[in-house]
């Protein structure tokens, strides 16, 4: 498995997000995300491609038997200190998919990223919901959670996400498990019980989640998430879109940003910042 290791040493290397093994005619296209976008770093055979499929499979528990079906799991490989997430799936021919996420962390603010951080900071002195939108791979989990480690400082941080991908001590963290009816809805309500002064949300994806999500920000309560909308002006309507209703929307969200991961100098995050008042956005 030595050019297995070596293909995602240099990928975390690069501060690579994904790292895409995927089925074509001739055999595997190894693709990696990195803040510039997907570049194609080779292909290999079928055989070599299962051989790896197979392998990190089996280290993360997963069945190797199953091709067609969704699966998840998660490993740290021995000699790659950052942890995997995994997933993988059949296409239409039975070829399976595989992606892997790349868990590195939350990476100490440097000249580029703390302007960011600290504008964030600022608007959440003002509570209710901010929420973050930007295509795969832009940093916003990241970003969240960089906002968060600062208010965690003087502030009970609660995290609600579908997987805990980062591990924080300072924040409690809940993982979701519909499984066990641990949906991001259920998971809000019981969270609230808790008291805590800031509950990050993965995403809002749902009329239940963000129904209480925003009740939670006219609460006194201080919520960070992420929402799909294309751009940041457009989060209102996309929680109305879920079935919020208006005065709700414009009572619990305080801003809301569009995040462009840039790649230089540093990789760092860039925000097309819209603050809301009773008025609208401003």
């Keep these: 498995m030595e050019s297995l290791m070596a293909i995602l040493k240099a990928a975390v290397a690069a501060w690579a997000s994904d790292l895409y093994l995927l089925p074509k005619p001739a055999g595997y296209r190894v ?3 990195t803040s510039t976008g997907l570049a194609s770093d080779r292909t290999v055979s079928q055989a070599q491609g299962r051989q790896w499929l197979n392998y990190l499979k089996y280290a993360a528990g997963m069945n190797v038997s199953e091709h067609r079906r969704v699966q998840l799991g998660a490993v740290t490989l021995a000699g790659l200190a950052t942890p995997l997430r995994l997933s993988t799936v059949g296409d239409y021919a039975g070829r399976e998919t595989l992606v892997i996420r790349f868990l590195h962390g939350v990476p100490a603010l440097d000249d580029w990223s703390r302007p960011v951080v600290a504008t964030l900071v600022a608007l959440a002195a003002r509570r209710g919901l901010i929420a973050l939108s ?11 959670y960089q906002v968060a480690a600062q208010l965690a400082a ?10 805990v991908e980062i591990i924080q001590p300072a924040f409690v963290q809940l993982q979701v498990n519909p499984e066990a ?23 809002v994806r749902d009329f239940a989640t963000a129904q209480q999500a925003c009740e939670a920000a006219i609460s006194g309560h201080l919520v960070l998430t992420t929402v799909h909308a294309r751009t940041a002006a457009l989060v209102p309507l996309r929680l109305q879109a ?41």
């Excluded at 930007?134 to 969240?144: A, E, I, V």
């Excluded at 969200?253 to 008042?277: I, S």
């Design 31 to 33: 693709v990696v995300r």
């Design 154 to 163: 003087t502030q009970m941080v609660m995290t609600i996400e579908d997987p």
């Design 134 to 144: 930007g295509p795969t791979g832009s940093g916003k989990t990241t970003l969240l």
């Design 181 to 203: 009816d641990m949906t991001y809805a259920a998971l809000l309500k019981a969270a609230l019980r808790h008291r805590p002064d800031v509950l990050v949300i993965g995403e």
């Design 242 to 282: 879920l079935g919020v209703v208006d005065s709700l929307v414009q009572a619990a969200v305080t801003a809301a940003a569009a995040v462009t991961l840039v790649p230089r100098p540093v990789p760092h995050p860039v925000l097309d910042l819209v603050r809301f008042d009773d008025e609208g956005p401003k």
